[in-house]
């Protein structure tokens, strides 16, 4: 096939300098540094276990998994803020300033009881009853134990007994509970909050959920753990299935299958609308190569091997099968075991037909 696609006469005796010459012209044969210009990577066929793939429109969602909603639960007023839109925090890193009547009374609790314990457990237990020993130590922690729920550190806390009476003016200051981007912000200094008020939202942007909606027959072939590629803005994301709902949408008869992506390029953003092709539990096995390795000479799908000679490949017709997850079946004319081009299948076969234009 190779003679014929270089237009080699058949029937004619070959003699040493015409091989010779017919080397040098070989537009198959190529030094390491055309083959790494042609971008070719040679692989091993293998018998593979290929799987179906279902398309199913998504939605880009933030991973609640990695989510955290920022709130006082003490009323409030704002005084200050200490991070905004979009900025990155770290984990215990200051947002914003607050300050509270009932942080203050229990700040100045604290205070009473950290002084009154002291005292208490310098005489020690003997010296005083043991009624009186437990009711110091009881209001103590009664009074870091309030602290704590209403939002402040332990190193908060700790600071309010090391200032004393100076630290029992209301005011604190709501940390973050990890790292991540303030995806929203939505208040304004001086207002006044009420506990549980979402101030914040951290997410980590490093992986993001896609919705994938699909119709109930095909959700059920869905498995937790399935390979999934999303396609969004001209690229190709891998994740997989995390759940699959057990709940069909009353109006669009559809169900919904959780899809986890990581999105450390930050490619992904909640809203975004995007393809998912999901792998179902439909398997076969077969000698498989990919897509790309697959060229049409002369309308015949062909496949490149490597060569007896070293940089020389050479092109062998296939017939070929199912194309399932960008892998092509092959069901004849190539065994396994046999180095083929993975990569750079079509910058051998430019070089063929240039080398036939400058014959011709």
Not at 11 to 34: N, Q, T, V
Not at 91 to 110: I, R
Not at 309 to 323: H, K, L
Request: charged share 25%.
């Amino acid at each position: 096939m190779f003679a014929l696609l270089l237009g080699a006469p058949l029937g004619s005796a070959a003699r040493p300098e015409d091989a010779a010459r017919s080397a040098e012209k070989d537009p198959l044969i190529l030094d390491a540094a055309a083959v790494a210009a042609a971008g070719i990577v040679v692989e091993t066929a293998q018998v593979r276990t290929t799987v179906d793939q279902v398309r199913a429109p998504g939605e880009v969602k933030i991973d609640a998994y990695a989510t955290a909603l920022v709130s006082p639960r003490v009323a409030s007023q704002v005084v200050a803020r200490r991070a905004k839109l979009g900025d990155l925090v770290k984990a215990g890193q200051p947002l914003v300033a607050l300050s509270s009547v009932d942080v203050a009374e229990t700040q100045g609790q604290l205070i009473v009881a950290s002084q009154d314990w002291a005292r208490v457990a310098s005489l020690g237990p003997q010296a005083v009853s043991a009624r009186r020993y437990n009711e110091a130590l009881v209001q103590r922690d009664q009074a870091r134990a309030k602290l704590k729920a209403y939002g402040l550190s332990d190193a908060q806390i700790r600071d309010v007994v090391k200032r004393g009476s100076a630290a029992a003016d209301g005011s604190f200051e709501l940390l973050a509970p990890q790292a991540g981007r303030v995806t929203t912000d939505d208040f304004i200094v001086g207002e006044r909050v009420e506990p549980g008020r979402t101030l914040f939202t951290l997410a980590a942007e490093s992986s993001v959920w896609v919705e994938a909606r699909m119709p109930p027959g095909q959700a059920d072939e869905v498995r937790d753990g399935a390979r999934v590629v999303v396609a969004a803005n001209g690229r190709e994301l891998e994740g997989h299935v995390i759940r699959r709902a057990h709940l069909t949408d009353e109006k669009t008869r559809t169900v919904g299958v959780r899809i986890r992506v990581p999105n450390e390029e930050d490619l992904l953003h909640p809203g975004d609308l995007v393809e998912c092709r999901i792998e179902v539990a439909s398997r076969s096995r077969g000698l498989a190569v990919p897509a790309e390795a697959i060229v049409l000479l002369q309308n015949q799908p062909t496949v490149f091997v490597r060569g007896k000679r070293a940089g020389q490949f050479e092109p062998v017709p296939v017939e070929v099968g199912e194309t399932r997850g960008g892998w092509k079946t092959i069901t004849r004319g190539l065994a396994a075991g046999t180095p083929y081009v993975r990569k750079g299948a079509f910058a051998l076969k430019a070089r063929i037909l240039r080398s036939q234009l400058g014959e011709e």
